[in-house]
C-alpha cells in the first residue's frame, strides 16, 4: 500500500499544490478506514479551504489526470451553467429544437424538438436509455446524438429519471453548436484556466462531438479545486468561475435516482448524511467529488475504474466512509 502523508503527497506538485495544509485531528483515522477499501485509490478532503488529508493508497499519483467516467455528467452540467450566464444559451427551458435543430435527425418523434436543457441535464428526457446495456451498442453506432434522438419514449419528458449517457452527449453536442466551439474549448476555457487545472482531451463520437458525460480525466488535485470553487459559491481566489445561483439551483432537487435513492438536481446527487446536505458528482468504479458547504466541506476520491461501484458495494463502502467518518469529523 502506497499512503502517504499529506505533506508529502502535495510536496513538489507546484501550482496545483497551492491550498493551505492544515493539522486537525481525527482525520489519521478516516485515512485508517479508507485504506481498508481495496478498489479505493486516492482521497483528499479540504476543510475550510485547509487540505487535511492527501493520501494516495494506490494507482496514479494525486497530480496525474484520470478517467472521471460520470463525473463528466457534473462537469458538463457546470459548462451549461456558464453558458447561460453568458447567454450562449436563453435557459435551461430553452427547447432543442431552438437551440440545435441540425440535431434533431429526420423521422424522430416530433416531441424531441420539444425537450428542453432541463429535459436533458437531469436525464428526464423520457428517451430509452443509452446507458447499461444499450451503452456499447449506442458508443458502437454510426452517429451517437442521432442515435439517442431515434430512440422511442418510454417516459413523458420531465416525469422521471432515467439515467443516460445519452441525454448528456446530446446536451454537450448542442452546448458546442450554440456556442460555435467544441465541448472540449468550452470546459478549457471555463473551468480548466479559471481554475489552473488541466482538462485533457477525451473520446469523440463519429461526428467529432466530445462526449458529453463520460471518459472525461481529471486529477484528485484538481477534483478537490473544483469541489472548492463550487463550496465557495463558484469563486476560485479573486475570479467568479461560476454562478452562485447556478450551484443553488444545481443542488435544488429536481428529480429522483431510482437505483440509490439519491435525489438528482442538475448534475448533482442530492443527499442527507450525518445531518448534512452533501452533493454529488459520482463516476463508474466509485469515483467522487463531494460537497457539504455547511460543514465546509469538499472531498474527492478517486478508485479502480475498471471495476462496478454499487449501492450495495463499494459505493456504499464510499457514502459509509462520508457518512459516518468523514462529515462527523468535519463536526468536532
Given amino acids: 500500500m502506497a499512503m502517504i502523508t499529506r505533506r ?9 499544490a497551492a491550498f493551505p495544509v492544515g493539522a486537525e485531528p481525527g482525520w489519521d483515522g478516516v485515512a485508517q478506514v479508507a485504506s481498508g477499501l481495496g478498489q479505493l485509490h486516492a482521497l483528499m478532503i479540504a476543510h475550510h479551504g485547509n487540505v487535511v488529508l492527501a493520501e494516495r493508497f494506490r494507482g496514479p499519483a494525486l497530480d496525474r489526470p484520470v478517467n472521471v467516467k460520470s463525473v463528466s455528467k457534473t462537469l458538463v ?4 451553467g456558464v453558458a447561460i450566464e453568458r447567454g450562449v444559451v436563453p435557459g435551461v427551458d ?9 440535431l434533431i435527425p429526420d423521422g424522430a418523434d416530433p416531441r424531441v424538438a420539444d ?5 436533458l441535464v437531469t436525464m428526464q428526457a423520457g428517451l430509452e436509455r443509452t446507458s447499461g446495456p444499450n451503452y456499447a451498442p449506442w458508443v458502437a453506432s454510426r452517429n451517437w446524438v442521432a442515435n439517442a434522438l431515434s430512440r422511442p419514449f418510454v417516459a413523458d419528458p420531465g416525469a422521471v429519471m432515467l439515467y443516460s449517457t445519452g441525454s448528456y452527449h446530446v446536451l454537450g453536442a448542442a452546448l458546442a453548436r450554440a456556442a460555435g466551439e467544441s465541448l472540449l474549448s468550452l470546459t478549457r476555457a471555463w473551468i480548466g484556466r479559471p481554475l489552473g487545472i488541466e482538462v485533457p482531451s477525451w473520446t469523440r463520437d463519429p461526428q ?12 484528485p488535485l484538481a477534483m478537490l479545486r473544483f469541489a472548492e470553487m463550487v463550496r465557495n459559491g463558484g469563486r476560485h481566489g479573486t475570479t467568479q468561475v461560476l454562478d ?3 450551484i443553488g439551483e444545481s443542488f435544488t432537487p429536481r428529480t429522483r435516482s431510482p437505483y440509490s435513492g439519491l435525489d438528482y438536481g442538475y448534475g448533482w446527487f442530492i443527499g442527507q448524511m450525518d445531518g448534512a446536505t452533501v452533493a454529488l458528482a459520482r463516476g463508474y468504479g466509485g469515483q467522487v467529488i463531494a460537497v457539504a458547504p455547511e460543514r465546509g466541506l469538499s472531498v474527492a476520491i478517486t478508485s479502480d475504474p475498471t471495476r462496478p461501484a454499487r449501492t450495495d458495494g463499494h459505493f456504499g463502502d464510499l457514502m459509509a466512509l462520508l457518512g459516518s467518518h468523514i462529515l462527523p469529523v468535519a463536526r468536532l
Fill in 94 to 102: 430553452a427547447p432543442l429544437g431552438r437551440i440545435a435543430p441540425d
Fill in 244 to 246: 452562485p445561483g447556478w
Fill in 8 to 16: 508529502a503527497a502535495l510536496a513538489g506538485l507546484g501550482a496545483l
Fill in 208 to 219: 467529432g462531438f466530445y462526449l458529453g458525460g463520460n471518459e472525461m480525466a481529471m486529477s
Fill in 115 to 119: 425537450l428542453t436543457l432541463a429535459d
Fill in 77 to 80: 452540467a457546470t459548462v451549461l
